[in-house]
Each structure stands twice: as structure tokens, then as C-alpha cells.
């Protein structure tokens, strides 16, 4: 009878100890889950101090269609465009067509800060969430640390293709800037480097666009 009591008692025990050892485990894995999160959206933050933003005044043309540039024009009537002077209107179509280029990279380059914005906003969240977490000050479900984990494992290969177009854009931008003052004697060449350079930046919105709308899911699921 005595023995009885005895093995009902270590095995309660046994039960006890095996339900503190898989509690302990669930907070060491949801812990472990916050503090790779945070370490994932510092990475973001580095990421996107290390590949810069691009200042509008690096892509404006300085004195682009000059009072010269005009007077060349308005010297010409329509007339002269179309038939006496071939020249003077494959000029025009020229300047025109790399001022419509200029206008759409500053555009791509614009969006390209707002996507930032709302990623820096994003992962300043989450951010917070698990140092509260971590804190005890928050108590996230099962779903929500799930969550978490998900986006660890899908989110940091953007943030790596998004690194890896630094130095094309970089490179990019230098050949644009080393023509620009000469734009009415090179506008085809510097049109194709303006549109070399919005392709890069075309695919770093892509890569950012993507980070973002992940993002956006996991987070909607953890607020």
C-alpha cells in the first residue's frame, strides 16, 4: 500500500517536472523567435542606411532647357522644324525624350522613399512588440510568435537582393552625373544611362515592394 503511494507520488512529480521543462522550452523558443526578429529588422535598418537614398538634386538637370536652349527654338517656326531644318527637330525630340526620362526615374526614385518610409515604420513596430515581449510586458499568442517566425524565414532574402543593388544604382547614378552638364550636346547618351538607372532603381521597388507586402501581411496578424 505504502509502495503504492510511493510510485504515485514520484510519478506525479514526474509529471510536474515534464510540464516545467516543456513550459521553460516554450518561452526559451518564443525568446529565441524575438530576438532573431529584432535582430532581422536591424539588419533592414543597416541595409537601407547602406544603400542610400538618392537626393532629387543628383537627378535634376541643372539649367535644363536654358533661355539659349528656348531662343534656339523660338527662332524656328513650325515650318522650319517640320522641313528646313531636320536637324534642329531630331534636337527637340531628343531633349524632350531624355526630359521624360528624367521625370520618371526622380518618380520611381520617389516612390522608391516612400515604400522605405512605410517599411521603417513596419519594423519599428514589430520591433517594439518584441522587446515588450521579451519585457513580459506583452504575452503574444502562439499564432503571433508563428507569425514572427514566418517572416524571419521569408522576409531577409529581399533584404540580401536589396543590398545587392547598391553598387549597380551607385555606379548608375556616377554616369549620369559626369554627362549631365553636357545634356544638349549628349542627350542620347545620357538618356540611355538616365534609363539605366531607372532600371536599377525599377528593381530595387521590386524587391522593396515585396519586403513590404510581406510585411504588411505578418503584420496585420501581430496588431
Known sequence: MIKNKVVKIIISMAFIVCALILSGCGETTANN?????????????????NV???????????????ENDLKKIDTLNYQDIVTTNNAMNTYVIKISSLNNNVVDTIEVNNIIN????????KTSQIKSLCNQSLDAKVDLKNNQ???????????MVNNTRISLTRNEIINNLKNVKNIKKEYSSKPDQLNSRYTKLKTSLNTRLSYLNNMNSILEVKHLNLF
Open 52 to 66: 542610400q537614398d538618392i537626393d532629387i538634386s543628383e537627378l535634376i538637370i541643372d539649367d535644363f532647357m536654358n
Open 114 to 121: 516612400n515604400v522605405k518610409r512605410q517599411i521603417y515604420a
Open 33 to 49: 523567435v524575438f530576438k532573431i526578429t529584432i535582430t532581422n529588422m536591424n539588419k533592414i535598418s543597416n541595409t537601407f542606411d
Open 145 to 155: 510568435i508563428k507569425s514572427l517566425s514566418e517572416l524571419n524565414n521569408m522576409i
